[in-house]
């Protein structure tokens, strides 16, 4: 008889017709396989053996450089079941939709089988999924970000329990690619494409978009969020939850060298992405970091932003369209070093500044998480870390102050349905627009997120130990349009606010908005910031949250009657509060 595996790899197998099917063990050898197989094919080579030892650059399609939300789909059985900030397909079309597409895609081609687990391999919060895929780009980089192969079949066994996914590169065409969610079926199913979010099946599309419905339906939550310790003097470390839209500094604040490690002050990274949460029976919300892996952003990414990646990039590490030196080193847009002559750029051509960066703005490195010199030596604990902080931001540059404390829960997760951020020139070429992305979930939310917020609603009512809520904001600006907080190491001060209010001290005055710290609250000692910097960082302006209350009371109606009423009466009170600060 066979396992509920065999008979839906069978089922696939009769729909794309490979010529072999390998079901991936994730050994050494299989890894060294699949790269050999990636060099043969052309887009990837070996990295300078002596300098980057097992490091390998990939070129995908330059069609298919970044995840793709206008094609990413819920497919719920009703559509308001997805709600107004995803794009929906009825499931029946959409199966058909890609039964069709994936008739015969592997013909000629080898179906790989990859069984692999999110999370720590024994922790009860973990999850099982299986990806079939017909790249070897895709196996290389899922034994790096999750806990690929053996493990996996052993913690399957021949159960049924496991999450899908289906992957077919097809002709990588952009006409032909779609990521496709079922979420009452918990399936995935992807084609097209052969990048990151679209294809590493088991970060954004099971870990955010299916795992936030499981979580919603067993009562745990399943966040785009960082997960950090931050280690005080007396060795006692406190974790904290992140959540930041893209290109707010997630991984560098998650593996942050602390600027107060000379008073004691340490940060230890749990994870840089996501965070599956589940309450504890000690109360505490208990965090595991579902991945193995960093998929980081190379551009910008150096010596000084993030000293611990660029350790750990050093060996068994996959790069994705970075540029390449004569001595066969990657290279990219923010890596500290100046760029030597031959570079080869990230389509394989000789490099041409007038022509643009090196390397593609969305270049990657994936590298195994245990590699970084701040890997917390709780990471892979089952149990998870007890959260005692939850952090929203963005990047604001006149409105927030640098933090501020929510009143209680409810009060907090207003601020994380209304959180935003303001467009750089590198993200899209329109400055400061404003896109209101709550808690980070907007593009990762595999539900009608007027419910995601009544889950959070919920949660917060359920766990004992409920963590504080923070808003950060590391980008405001004077009025000349220079940052007023240097960020990176420095943010430290910050967490260590944060860590204060938590143990209930660290001083404070009240605001309409929360919490926000008085001037002497924070630790600023040996940190040079411009005359008057502190009182603009810490400024709570009326004015400019007059148009913010016009903003955000617009965007909740988009979810109308779905939306919790306790989200319109926190905007309520907050008008109030203005209200009542301003002299008449
Ligand atoms: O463009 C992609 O496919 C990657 S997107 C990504 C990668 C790592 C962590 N977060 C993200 C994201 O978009 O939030
Ligand atoms: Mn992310």
Not at 383 to 391: C, K, L, R, T
Request: charged share 25%; with cysteine; proline share 7%.
């Amino acid at each position: 008889m066979s396992t509920p595996l065999e008979s839906w790899v069978e089922k696939n197998a009769r729909l794309m017709k490979p010529e072999r099917i390998v079901f991936c063990d994730g050994s050494e050898e299989e890894n060294q396989r699949m790269f050999a197989e990636m060099v043969r094919e052309g887009d990837t080579l070996e990295l300078n053996p002596k300098t980057y030892p097992n490091c390998y650059l990939h070129r995908s399609n330059p069609n298919d450089v970044a995840r793709t939300e206008q094609v990413t789909f819920i497919c719920s059985e009703k559509r308001e079941d997805a709600g107004p900030t995803n794009n929906w397909m009825a499931p029946e079309e959409a199966k058909q939709k890609m039964s069709a597409l994936c008739d015969g895609a592997m013909r000629g081609r080898t179906m790989y089988v990859v069984p692999y687990i999110m999370g720590p391999a024994r922790s009860p919060i973990s999850k099982v999924g299986v990806e079939i895929t017909d790249s070897a780009y895709v196996v290389a980089s899922m034994r790096i970000m999750s806990r690929m192969g053996k493990v996996a079949m052993e913690r399957l066994g021949s159960s049924a329990e496991f999450v899908p996914g289906l992957h077919a590169l097809l002709d990588v065409n952009p006409e032909r690619r779609f990521v496709m969610h079922f979420p009452e079926e918990k399936l995935i199913w992807s084609v097209g494409s052969g990048y990151g979010g679209n294809a590493l099946l088991g970060k954004k599309c099971l870990a955010l978009r299916i795992a936030s419905v499981m979580a919603r339906e067993q009562g745990w939550m399943a966040e785009h969020m960082l997960i950090l310790g931050l280690e005080a003097p007396d060795g006692k470390v406190t974790y904290m939850a992140a959540a930041f839209p893209s290109a707010c500094g997630k991984t560098n604040l998650a593996m942050m060298v602390s600027a107060l490690e000379g008073q004691g002050y340490r940060v230890w990274t749990v994870g840089d992405d996501i965070a599956w949460m589940q309450i504890g029976a000690d109360g505490y919300l208990r965090a595991i970091n579902p991945e193995a892996g960093f998929f980081g952003v190379a551009p910008g990414t150096g010596k000084h932003t993030n000293p611990n990646v660029m350790d750990a990039i050093r060996k068994n590490s996959l790069f994705t369209n970075v540029a390449l030196t004569p001595e066969r080193e990657p290279w990219w847009e923010g890596i500290e070093s100046a760029p030597p002559a031959g570079m080869i750029d990230w389509k394989g051509k000789t490099w041409d500044p007038a022509q643009g960066p090196a390397a593609h703005p969305n270049s990657r490195y994936t590298v195994p998480a245990q590699q970084a010199p701040s890997i917390s030596p709780k990471w892979e604990d089952p149990a998870g870390v007890p959260i005692s902080a939850f952090i929203f931001g963005g990047r604001r540059a006149r409105m927030a102050p640098l933090v501020y404390e929510s009143f209680d829960w409810q009060h907090g997760v207003f601020v994380g349905a209304t959180m935003a951020s303001e467009t750089t020139a590198a993200a899209t070429g329109a400055v400061g627009v404003v896109r209101r992305d709550p808690m980070a979930m907007l593009p990762f939310c595999g539900y009608n997120m007027a419910d995601y917020f009544g889950h959070w609603l919920e949660m917060g009512k359920r766990i004992p130990h409920a963590p504080k809520i923070f808003h950060v904001n590391w980008f405001r600006r004077d009025t000349s349009g220079k940052f007023l907080w240097p960020g990176f190491g420095e943010n430290v001060r910050v967490l260590k606010w944060i860590l204060e209010r938590v143990e209930g001290r660290g001083e404070a005055q009240e605001t309409p908005i929360g919490y926000v710290p008085t001037k002497g609250g924070l630790t600023l000692d040996g940190l040079a910031l411009a005359p008057g910097a502190v009182d603009d960082l810490l400024r709570v302006n009326a004015a400019d949250w007059e148009p913010e209350l016009a903003d955000t009371r617009q965007f909740l109606e988009k979810f109308g009657e779905r939306l919790p009423k306790e989200l319109l009466e926190e905007h309520h009170k907050l008008a109030q509060r203005f209200q009542r600060s301003v002299p008449a």
